[in-house]
């Protein structure tokens, strides 16, 4: 089997924040392929690419695009397996118009939309973590780990803020 998630970008110059979201997946150990498959410029091509990992076993595709951000729409109309929207900005309306673009699908074909850029990206490969976490108990504990690590991160924050007050 291949790697169970499939990245595509609308744009090479959308890696720049979509690395974020490999570099979560290699955190959490999980495999994944990233590609550049514009919905508009390369349709048949982004096709391919979804039937192709279909085939090859990708459970979760992650889809990251600006501007008339169809891309994620277009791979959810191609398949039944999890589509996960990665809105970003630069746009006209600064990611707004990627966010609509990508959120707003209509009843019966969704597309899971994180939040606009970095974090989102970030989002992404959690929340595909998380889908196939499901059918995988050890991913299951390394996401509980992770999630462990950001309360101690927290509180690690907390303890050495220095407000130039003395604190109770
Ligand atoms: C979108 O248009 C891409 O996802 C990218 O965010 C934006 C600009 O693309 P380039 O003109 O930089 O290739 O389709």
Not at 13 to 41: C, F, K, P, Y
Not at 59 to 76: Q, T
Not at 88 to 95: F, I, K, R, T
């Amino acid at each position: 089997m291949s790697e169970p998630v499939l990245i595509l970008m609308g744009s090479k110059s959308d890696w720049g924040v979509l690395r974020e979201t490999g570099t979560e997946l290699d955190r959490l150990n999980i495999g994944w392929r990233a590609h550049v498959a514009s919905a508009h410029r390369s349709l048949a091509r982004t096709l391919e690419l979804v039937r192709d990992g279909e085939r090859g076993g990708v459970r979760v595709f992650i889809c990251g695009a600006g501007m008339a951000a169809h891309l994620a729409g277009v791979v959810a109309a191609a398949t039944t397996r999890p589509v996960i929207g990665v809105p970003l900005a630069g746009g006209v309306g600064d990611g707004l118009d990627a966010l609509l673009s990508t959120v707003q699908m209509p009843g019966g074909v969704p597309v899971a939309t994180v939040a606009v850029g970095k974090a989102g990206a970030r989002n992404a490969a959690v929340l595909a973590a998380e889908i196939l976490a499901l059918s995988d108990s050890q991913l299951e504990e390394r996401l509980r780990r992770a999630r462990t690590a950001q309360v101690d991160a927290v509180a690690e924050a907390d303890a050495t803020l220095d407000t130039g007050r003395t604190r109770s």
